[in-house]
């Protein structure tokens, strides 16, 4: 071996100890004699790794949009829109439905006079977005109407729900002021699974209260003899619907709903107002897509422990509300949140683009769903199919047990390889230290994030490291057994045994790339730890060791070698 | 030198038929007690929250009350079914498991109710010593839905069957594709193994557990190759020598680095085990079981099982070369009876 090359490989090998050095110890600032003492390494540890939830504790939430309720409504609504447009248009109605479920979302309408369904559908699609052919097939046959989804709009539709309900999310998690959080989708497309990590947060249950708040505000007229007389209310569901004297059923432009005074505040918690029921019309005169703004406030004029929420509307949204309250004066407008009316008040005057909310809130509900009115309804309502937390302690005590095991680990490793291979194993003892310091490198350098299963990844790679050394090793016995000189069964061990060393990495490498792939959160960190300590072991435990018997084969010549 | 195992010379292939055996029992015994715990009404495997569903509370108390006060605790709030564990590395910790919910229902909130009983919980954003009211407090919870659990399942199992065929294709690229096909079924020999462990003793399935299996496909095909390394290499040197022998040799020949590797491996897993803690426990059990049969399975499974294929293949040849005179397989590698070379017949580790 050529001596300039040796000359070379030290130079190669210092460089990338020191760079990895001080990827480790040095990026925040100049290093210190105290970095290089035990804790001193620790402290520059723990501030340059990113730790996993599972280490430093926080939450993990993944959560489906069910964007078959999305459909659901989609459909429903356009059904009743299309049926009022028919009516609207003169046509006789005889009866219809929507038809949901996952590959059948329908819109089926029955005149009366089955001649006239052509007609029928030109009034209906002029006023009823139904007409849009990239989202409804319409058929005819039979005397009735039907339109019906078609697969690659209900996919889409699904889709775009699942990133709005995504945007709307992040508003509200911002809004919260959680740190660092980690939004994205989770699984395959047509899963709308969203993910969201919290770091920190120990208790999820605000932000779930926040994210369930599906905030659907409407704006509706309640039907009722106009004001002096008092609102039309209810005692039952049942005599709400009799009062529409259409013989038990609800027409379709018509809705019952509950009507409920909340009473968030404390002092009124124990004597809650009786349920009432009020009768509706529908569709609503505007919804919560023509909030501009909402604002948690103190209630006038009433105790100061309660809140209401004033709203500002959008200029459309103010236009038509103005024009409809102008028209509607001393009649019955209700505040409808989430198919509950919140409060009913008489119109006096025209109003344009503010109102309120009064309900007796306290101040934390009030702001919270003052926040998810803000940022807009939910396209649905979504649903929690995993959650977990680590409070910090927990993943105190993790970090103990998971160093405890890895310098364990690693000292009977060590202990072994100087036993059995005496001065060689100084050699491999060598390049495992290397291994492992270039390891938190890489930790540090690709931001990669340390997880527990992480730390199982690092504990791993110490068993499988020396393996490499070990088959060196043992190959070099083999040749010198054969009575090869020293310096030929060096260079044959190293070259045989590495081309069983890549075939071994490469098979360990593909299992991690799967693992990576299917794996979130702290398995994938297993699977990250274990990957960058195999690509190192090529570098420390072929590499170093190799210069290593070069550098000791070049001083003096060797009688015997400590293998 | 120190060493061990040095110039041995076993019969690994004439004791296949044990090898077998021995395999064959252990994973039968596994698939029985599947089968059987299945049959009769229990689960075959104990799948944690991860594939199951359900709600795990891991709270610590300042006075830890006996699991049965805390289980008498949960039944007076309603939550009957619940499993109270407590952990083998913290005296104030238990684990609380609640099955799976009806929608709407939060397994947390539930069982923070019932042991609000006890005194009540440490302050959001304060540890529990901290707290001086407190009497315990929840650090951790996992709650999978229904739906989680069973799409963790199927994710795990078409992730274990595509890592498996990776590795079938990388070796058959490298190697034969009989070499692949039995380092795969060695594999699978060592994964189903392990989950026959898992059967007998009940212990928990959960996602790390999977990791395990995953690394144990990694590791165990690793020291296959070691072995059909040094085959390769050895047909190369010994044209002569059957594979029968050749296999023998091979296997003798990388021995002290199978034993010395895997201990050392071992020994990395044991100190897992040991000292890893409870949250690892599982998926240090799973590969201590892994290591021991991944070692034993390239050995005593893999090497049987390609000699066996190589060697009914070669007869096959062999037969439509006499019929046909001419070879139908291609890409087959020389038989036996070519001429080589001349060599010196070696059984130990020498070799020009």
Known sequence: ?563 | MFQILHDVKIDWLGNRRWFVGISVLVMLAGLFSAIFRQATGRQAFNLGVDFKGGTVVTARFKQRPSDDAIRRALVSKGVGDAVVQPVTDRTDTVLIKVPLEAEGQDGRARVREALNTFGSEARAGTELEADQKAAYKIVGTDAVGAIAGAQLRNKAIAVTLAALVGILIYIAVRFEWTYGAAAVIAVFHDVLVTLGFFSIFQLEVGLTVIAALLTLVGFSVNDTIVVFDRIRENRKLHRRDSLYKVTNDSINQTLSRTVIANGLVFLSVLAMVLFGGDVLRAFSLALFIGVVFGTYSSIAVASPIMVWWEQRLEAANRAAALSFNQPVRGGARPAPVTPGPRKQRSTGAGRA
Do not use: C
């Open chain 1, 1 to 563: 071996m050529k001596k300039h090359n040796l000359l070379a490989r030290v130079i190669i090998i210092v460089v990338v100890f020191l760079l990895g050095l001080y990827a480790v110890i040095g990026p925040r600032r100049r290093p210190a004699l105290a970095d290089f003492k035990w804790s001193g390494i620790k402290q520059s540890l723990a501030t340059n790794i990113h730790l996993g939830l599972d280490l430093q504790g926080g939450s993990h939430l993944v959560m489906r949009v069910k964007t078959e309720e999305f459909l659901k409504r989609l459909t429903e609504e356009d059904f009743v829109a299309a049926q009022n447009a028919a009516k609207d248009a003169g046509y006789d109605v005889k009866s219809g439905r929507a038809d949901v479920g996952p590959g059948n979302y329908r819109v089926v309408i029955e005149p009366g006079d089955t001649s006239k369904t052509a007609e029928i559908k030109e009034a209906v699609e002029k006023k009823v977005e139904l007409g849009d052919t990239s989202v409804w097939n319409y058929s005819g046959s039979g005397g009735t109407l039907t339109w019906s989804m078609t697969g690659a709009a209900e996919r889409t539709l699904a889709d775009n729900a699942t990133q709005q309900a995504l945007h709307i999310i992040e508003t509200r998690i911002n809004a919260l002021g959680i740190a660092e959080p980690t939004l994205q989708t989770h699984g395959a497309q047509t899963s709308h699974q969203i993910l969201l990590q919290m770091p920190g947060v120990q208790d999820p249950e605000r932000v779930k209260e926040v994210l369930r708040g599906e905030s659907r505000l409407e704006l509706v007229h309640v039907i009722s003899p106009p004001s002096p007389q008092p609102a039309a209310t209810y005692a039952t569901q049942a005599e709400a619907i009799a009062s529409l004297g259409s013989a038990g059923t609800v027409p379709p432009n018509r809705k019952v709903v509950p009507y409920q005074e909340r009473n968030d505040a404390a002092a009124d918690k124990n004597q809650p107002k009786p349920k009432q029921w009020v009768v509706v019309e529908i569709p609503a005169i505007i919804d919560g897509s023509e909030l501009r703004n909402a604002q948690a406030s103190q209630s006038q004029g009433g105790r100061s422990d309660e809140y209401e929420i004033d709203f500002s509307l959008k200029k459309a949204g103010a236009d038509k509300f103005g024009a409809w309250t102008g028209s509607h004066i001393n009649e019955y407008m209700g505040v409808v949140l989430n198919d509950e009316v919140r409060s009913i008040a008489f119109i006096k005057s025209q109003i344009y683009d503010r109102g309120q909310i009064s309900g007796r809130f306290t101040k934390q509900t009030a702001e919270d769903l003052a926040l998810t009115l803000r940022s807009g309804a939910l396209p649905a309502p979504i649903e929690y199919l995993e959650e977990r937390t680590v409070g910090p302690s927990l993943g105190a005590d993790s970090i103990r047990a998971g160093v405890r095991a890895s310098l364990v680990g690693l000292g009977l490793v060590i202990v072994f390889m100087l036993f059995y291979y005496r001065g060689s194993g100084v050699n491999a003892v060598v390049a495992l230290m290397l291994n492992m310091i270039l390891m938190m490198a890489g930790l540090i350098v690709f931001g990669a994030t340390l997880t527990l299963p992480g730390i199982a990844g690092i504990i791993l790679t110490i068993g499988m490291a020396v393996d490499s050394n070990v088959l060196i090793f043992e190959r070099i016995r083999e040749e010198l057994r054969s009575g090869k000189t020293i310096p030929s069964a060096v260079e044959l061990g190293f070259n045989r045994a590495f081309i069983t060393i890549i075939d071994t990495h490469v098979t360990t490498i593909i299992s991690s790339l799967f693992l990576f792939v299917f794996g979130t959160g702290p398995i994938r960190g297993f699977a990250v730890t274990l990957v960058i300590g195999l690509l190192i072991n090529l570098f420390s435990a072929v590499y170093v060791s190799r210069t290593i018997f070069i550098w000791l084969l070049s001083r003096r010549k060797m009688e015997s070698l400590s293998i």
